[in-house]
């Protein structure tokens, strides 16, 4: 793979493109436009890169390592902040995204919702299509969970991200929400994350349970391939040989993948640990660590919730993780 990075003017890009199509070479652009990644199969030989080195317009000609082309720090994109209602991820604020893990009713959500918006958070989270691992456990109000996010994120002034599992759940919350989930189950599900990829809303790419950085940042790629650079990467533990915590979190993952991706990195202590006890230390820890928000699951009662709910907060205990959070944030001059 190569990086052509140009400071050609509009109609010298054109020629550029065309140069490089004539080359049988797939062009892509990169960030503001001004660079662009030409992505072919063969290995790139040292004349064809002289060819293009020769392009009025070209500045510069770079053989890329990293598979990861466009999702890479390597691009040259400066840091990518991905807006959602009035959150910029990746713009140095720590982003909270709160909510139910599914949504059960009005009452439910608003009671949640509430809570969440008291509390300074930005986002509401509440699953409407819901990826269960028994056929038997609630799978989700579908379209008229989504109707009641977008009803409650009016009434509360929320933006709203919601998982699509397919193209059919695709479809409807593009109607009703401002950015969408892929969850772990379906990180690699790559026709899924085309699709997600064509849509022009913000994309919340959670890492799969097993998957590599690799091969999440690969995830990542298929996404920003479709034209799409909206995409927040989100750390959400993966599975080891420990049982006393739902996942293992890997911490590790979010400071490196900092340093590898100019994508913003947020935190799921919920689905990390599953224990209630440690989701306020490992928000202050994501906190510590890079990350540039997190997302945690908050039921009004949490005993009563039909997902999920043994590792949702209760409102009270939010709250003041939230507080904590805070803390950590202003002690690292970040605004929370
Ligand atoms: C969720 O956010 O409720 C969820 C199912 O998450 P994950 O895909 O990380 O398991
Ligand atoms: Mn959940």
């Known amino acids: 793979m190569i990086l052509v990075e140009t400071d050609a003017s509009e109609s010298q890009m054109a020629e550029v493109g065309r140069v ?28 064809v890169m002289e060819v293009l080195g020769a ?36 713009s140095g604020e720590v982003t909270v995204i709160a909510g139910p893990c599914a949504v059960e009713s009005r009452e439910q959500l608003l009671d949640a919702a509430r809570v969440v918006a008291a509390s300074g958070a930005k986002i509401l989270r509440g699953g409407t299509y819901k990826p269960r691992t028994s056929p038997y456990s609630f799978q989700g109000l579908e379209r008229r969970g989504l109707e009641l996010l977008a009803e409650v994120a009016a009434v509360t002034g929320l933006a709203t991200v ?7 759940s695709l479809e409807a919350a593009v109607e009703y929400v401002d950015m969408l989930q892929v969850g772990s189950r379906n990180m690699q599900n790559f026709h899924l994350l085309q699709a997600v990829g064509r849509v022009g809303k913000p994309v919340l790419l959670k890492r799969g349970m097993s998957a590599t950085i690799e091969e999440w940042l690969m995830a990542a790629e298929y996404i920003l391939a479709e034209g ?13 040989f420990e049982t006393y915590t739902r996942n293992t979190l890997d911490l590790s993952a979010v400071s490196l993948v900092k340093t590898l991706s100019h994508l913003p990195v947020i935190v799921d202590p919920s689905h990390a640990t599953g224990r209630p006890e440690l989701i306020a230390p490992m928000s202050r820890a994501a906190v510590a660590a890079g990350a540039d928000g997190i997302i945690v699951e908050v039921h009004p009662k949490p005993e009563r919730a039909l997902c999920d709910g043994k590792q ?16 950590v944030s202003r002690a690292l ?3 929370a």
């Open 20 to 47: 490089l199509n004539g080359l049988g070479l797939e062009v892509r652009p990169v960030g503001s436009g001004r660079q662009i990644v030409c992505v072919t199969g063969e290995d790139l030989q040292a004349p």
């Open 55 to 90: 392009i009025p317009g070209v500045r510069r000609v770079r053989q890329v390592g990293r598979p990861y082309v466009l999702a890479g720090r390597e691009s040259g994109a400066e840091a990518t902040v991905v807006r959602v209602g009035r959150a910029a991820i990746g």
């Open 162 to 168: 919601t998982e699509v599992i397919d193209e059919r």
């Open 228 to 240: 799409n650079g909206q995409v927040v990467l989100c750390e959400r533990g993966i599975r080891t």
């Open 312 to 327: 949702s907060l209760d409102p009270a205990t939010f709250t003041q993780m939230m507080l904590e959070v805070g803390t």
């Open 333 to 335: 001059g970040r605004e």
